[in-house]
């Protein structure tokens, strides 16, 4: 599995400013002259680079296309320009994302701005209520943020405006938010204090709103732009060996203008017919050449392989060096997509860091078959502004673990249903049966084979940003 989110590597879900290593930052050259046909070598090469490049933007697009496109399928939202909120939390049967947060229900924006800007409208929170809204656009960076950290809990309106808008800031609008993609994302999450408080969540959903600019300013509406005419999607296993990966890649850059930075590499990926005026097609590939793409498409996934054995399982590079703005990331493509690969669109680590437990005290993989504790001792909680949970997922499909009492995680808010230890802190029992009646209030079910955790931290506090304050060791038992 390359999913594993291996590590507690994938602890710390962003940094504002993540580390780049020469060794795994995919680099350029430009493009070979026109007149010189590619070598099979230079192929393999170019795919290899591109699938890295291509792999957030392709799985982002997968996700998108069920969210927003595909009214069969079980995980549709609605229809893009449209907030669509759901007062509840994600259990396993959602499965289009994976690593899916089940601590805060969600509302979903698909956004479309080829037409015109959209005025985003949050309404007041109550003060000790966390929320955010990330703003993702379609290279799967997180351009900006609203909410509790950032903007505070008094209510506040935003416009986000596409590449090609040069419009003023309208009256009333507090910031004006750009994407350098004409398509993106805005993942709303609100939290829920207990099941007795979905119909407040529910309330403070309605209040999040999407208005057309023209609408805002009560003016004539701009001409629509065309309708779009979707590719269907791979699916998360086409994704990672089928050449149409680049198919869908470059339907995706179609609303994606070159960037002055990536221009170099985008003629590169040219140069084999990768691209929005592109002319690759799978199936009309020569045996030798789709044998080339195929191996670049393999050493992709063999390169996030070694750099998640060398650099993320001993911990010296995390799932925060994974998130954030381009800037954060600085052309690290590989960091990139392995963002995508373990946990697509984590949040920046200001805003939540992700401490994996996939390993126990001794290095061993975790598994239902044994039984582990999760020791939190007294003083040592997670220390954070908002709260905190430890969620379990199934490998490898790094999905939620269906089990008899339909718990997930555990989170701080649960804390007083709890049952403490003599010395204050709280013991999480990790199994796959019932560790007793005595014991059940402080359960967590795991599946019979392959599992790992997550610990979400939002809001973190300075002692977690800054490693002084170290995640538990899950201990066999």
């Not at 594993?4 to 002259?33: I, K, M, N, Y």
């Not at 392709?58 to 995980?75: E, L, T």
């Not at 943020?145 to 506040?156: A, E």
């Not at 909680?381 to 199934?394: C, D, G, I, Q």
Request: proline fraction near 10%; aromatic fraction near 10%; glycine fraction near 8%.
């Amino acid at each position: 599995m390359i999913r594993r989110l291996a590590v507690t590597a994938l602890a710390a879900a962003l940094f504002a400013a993540c580390s780049t290593s020469g060794s795994e930052q995919v680099t350029t050259s430009p493009p070979p002259p026109s007149a010189e046909p590619v070598s099979l070598q230079e192929a393999r090469a170019i795919a290899k680079e591109a699938y890295i490049y291509g792999f957030p933007l392709v799985d982002s697009y997968r996700i998108q296309y069920s969210y927003f496109v595909d009214k069969h399928d079980p995980d549709y939202r609605g229809g893009f320009n449209e907030v669509h909120s759901e007062a509840r939390l994600f259990t396993p049967e959602d499965k289009a994302v994976q690593t899916p947060n089940a601590d805060t229900p969600y509302s979903m924006l698909g956004v479309d701005l080829r037409t015109e800007p959209l005025v985003l409208t949050v309404p007041p929170i109550e003060q000790d209520r966390y929320y955010s809204l990330q703003f993702i656009d379609g290279y799967t960076y997180n351009v900006a943020y609203v909410g509790s950290r950032t903007t505070g809990n008094g209510g506040s309106r935003y416009l986000l405006a596409g590449p090609n808008w040069d419009g003023a800031k309208p009256e009333g609008i507090d910031e004006v938010l750009r994407f350098d993609t004409e398509l993106g994302s805005v993942i709303y999450r609100t939290q829920l204090f207990g099941p007795s408080d979905l119909e407040n969540v529910k309330k403070i959903q309605e209040g999040y709103q999407a208005t057309p600019l023209s609408v805002y300013l009560n003016q004539p509406s701009p001409p629509a732009a065309p309708p779009i005419d979707f590719m269907p999607p791979l699916s998360p296993e086409q994704e990672r060996t089928s050449p149409q990966f680049f198919e869908i890649l470059g339907f995706t850059l179609r609303t994606m203008p070159v960037l002055p930075r990536e221009k170099q590499m985008r003629e590169r990926f040219a140069s084999i017919g990768i691209g929005p005026d592109g002319d690759f097609e799978a199936d009309k590939l020569s045996p030798e050449m789709r044998a080339a793409v195929e191996g670049g498409m393999a050493d992709a996934w063999a390169e996030l392989d070694k750099l998640t054995k060398d650099k993320i399982e001993t911990g010296e590079v995390t799932s925060a060096d994974f998130f954030g703005t381009a800037t954060d990331l600085g052309g690290n493509y590989l960091y990139r997509m392995a963002g995508a690969v373990f946990g697509i669109f984590g949040n920046t680590a200001a805003e939540a860091l992700y401490p994996g437990l996939a390993v126990d005290s001794t290095g061993a993989p975790l598994t239902g078959a044994d039984n582990y504790i999760v020791k939190l001792p007294a003083g040592q909680l997670p220390p954070v502004n908002a709260f905190w949970s430890v969620t379990m997922y199934e490998m490898p499909q790094s999905l939620l673990v269906q089990n008899p009492i339909q718990r997930y995680l555990i989170n701080s808010t649960m804390l007083p249903s709890l049952t403490p230890d003599p010395d204050g802190g709280y013991t999480i029992y990790v199994q796959n049966q019932s560790p007793g009646p005595d014991k059940e209030a402080n359960w967590l079910p795991a599946p019979k084979g392959p599992f790992q955790m997550i610990m979400r931290l939002y809001w973190p506090k300075p002692d977690a940003l800054n490693g002084t304050w170290k995640p538990p060791h899950v201990v066999k038992t």
